[in-house]
């Protein structure tokens, strides 16, 4: 199984992932992005420069698979606040 290191950046900052994690493919790479992104937002709210960061998902060559904006796992966030019957 291929290795995916996620990389956060925030502005000029770039938090790297050291150890990665084994994924079957880049479509369930871009779920755990969402799922971290989502966690992430849940912890410390909506900074800012939270709304403006950027999961870069690399491969084991260091080479850029996917971008994930927080924005974009936060459009996709079911309504809180919706009744549920």
């Not at 790297?16 to 799922?35: K, Y």
């Not at 971290?36 to 403006?52: D, F, H, N, P, Y």
């Amino acid at each position: 199984m291929p290795r995916y290191f996620f990389n956060t950046r925030i502005g000029d900052e770039l938090i790297v992932d050291p150890d990665g994690e084994d994924l079957r493919n880049p479509d369930r790479a871009w779920e755990v992005a969402r799922q971290m992104i989502l966690e992430v937002v849940k912890s410390e709210g909506t900074q800012r420069a939270l709304l403006e960061a950027v999961i870069e998902v690399t491969d084991a060559d260091g080479e850029i698979v996917l971008e994930f904006p927080f924005t974009e796992a936060l459009l996709d966030m079911p309504d809180q606040s919706a009744t549920r019957h």
